[in-house]
């Protein structure tokens, strides 16, 4: 933090946001497996509540797409604001730690062992808040709009071809790292609320595809088509959007968004915010 001419602390400037950032990821490499894990998991719970906050809003809203869109943006938006506010790990921000490894705080591979222990970390949250929020019925609720609402969003990611759902994946991570940047500059817990708001509403608003949120979206169709009463299917509409849900597809879909969430977030952010304000220092 800083203190401005008139003696109030104010947030931030980017080359101190960049030091910081690196400094966070190295720390984030020291933590031991276990509490590492531990802080993944919820991470992806944390995206999952995300998810279903989305859902449940939406259900059975109509009128143009991009108000919509936007309204259920921001109120996915609460997933990142626990793992920044609440303390979590999530994969797609940890992507800035490429930072620390540029400027030699890390090594690559300890920088990919603290990634693969998030990322699996984040599928189990995910999966897991899925699991319970079925068993919940909550989906159900309100004569099953939210469950409706999941199938076609889980159809549309499993449709997606492989390539637009990598490039899909690099533009949603730029915007999700830029929501960590800017937090990493706030000074409080309102100042970040707002900085994360604005990049998730956007990613969500313009369709762009968040690894994380694909483990609860994805897996929470899957098991809503198994274990939600016969009703749900009724529709024709949702019984085939239902039907195109598979496995595989989950796969190529995580695999493709994964992948472009890497470009995106650690490339095109922090590898270039490193260049920028970093590289001198090394």
């Known amino acids: 933090m800083r203190l401005t001419e008139a003696g109030r602390v104010d947030a931030l400037l980017p080359p101190e946001i960049a030091r910081k950032?690196?400094?966070?990821?190295?720390?984030?490499?020291?933590?031991?497996?276990?509490?590492?894990?531990?802080?993944?998991v919820l991470g992806g719970a944390f995206i999952?509540?995300?998810?279903?906050?989305?859902?449940?809003?939406l259900?059975?809203?109509?009128?143009?797409?991009?108000?919509?869109?936007?309204l259920g943006g921001l109120v996915f938006a609460l997933g990142l604001v626990l793992v920044v506010v609440g303390g979590a790990e999530l994969f797609t921000g940890n992507n800035l730690m490429v930072m620390a490894w540029a400027s030699g705080?890390?090594?690559?591979?300890?920088?990919?062992?603290?990634?693969?222990?998030?990322?699996?970390?984040?599928?189990?949250?995910?999966?897991?808040?899925?699991?319970?929020?079925?068993?919940?019925?909550?989906?159900m609720l309100a004569g099953g709009a939210a469950a409706e609402a999941a199938v076609r969003i889980a159809a549309a990611k499993t449709a997606l071809p492989v390539g637009q759902?990598?490039?899909?994946?690099?533009?949603?991570?730029?915007?999700?790292?830029l929501a960590v940047w800017l937090s990493y500059g706030a000074r409080g817990t309102a100042d970040k609320i707002l900085a994360i708001l604005l990049p998730v509403s956007a990613f969500v608003t313009a369709g762009f595809e968040h690894s994380v949120a694909n483990m609860y979206f994805i897996p929470?169709?899957?098991?809503?088509?198994?274990?939600?009463?016969?009703?749900?299917l009724e529709d024709p509409a949702v019984a085939a959007a239902a039907a195109q849900i598979g496995f595989a597809g989950f796969l190529r879909n995580l695999a493709a968004v994964t992948a472009g969430n890497i470009v995106g977030g650690g490339g095109l952010v922090g590898a270039v915010y490193w260049f920028v304000y970093l590289r001198r220092s090394r």
């Open 21 to 40: 950032a690196e400094e966070i990821g190295a720390a984030k490499t020291r933590l031991d497996a276990v509490t590492l894990f531990a802080l993944a």
């Open 48 to 57: 999952g509540l995300g998810g279903m906050f989305a859902t449940s809003v």
């Open 59 to 70: 259900a059975g809203v109509s009128g143009p797409s991009g108000p919509v869109r936007a």
């Open 105 to 139: 705080k890390v090594r690559l591979a300890e920088m990919l062992r603290a990634w693969g222990i998030v990322y699996c970390g984040n599928l189990v949250g995910a999966v897991g808040t899925a699991l319970l929020v079925v068993l919940a019925g909550q989906p």
């Open 165 to 177: 759902a990598f490039f899909l994946g690099i533009l949603c991570n730029v915007l999700v790292c």
């Open 220 to 232: 929470l169709a899957m098991m809503l088509r198994e274990l939600a009463p016969a009703t749900l």
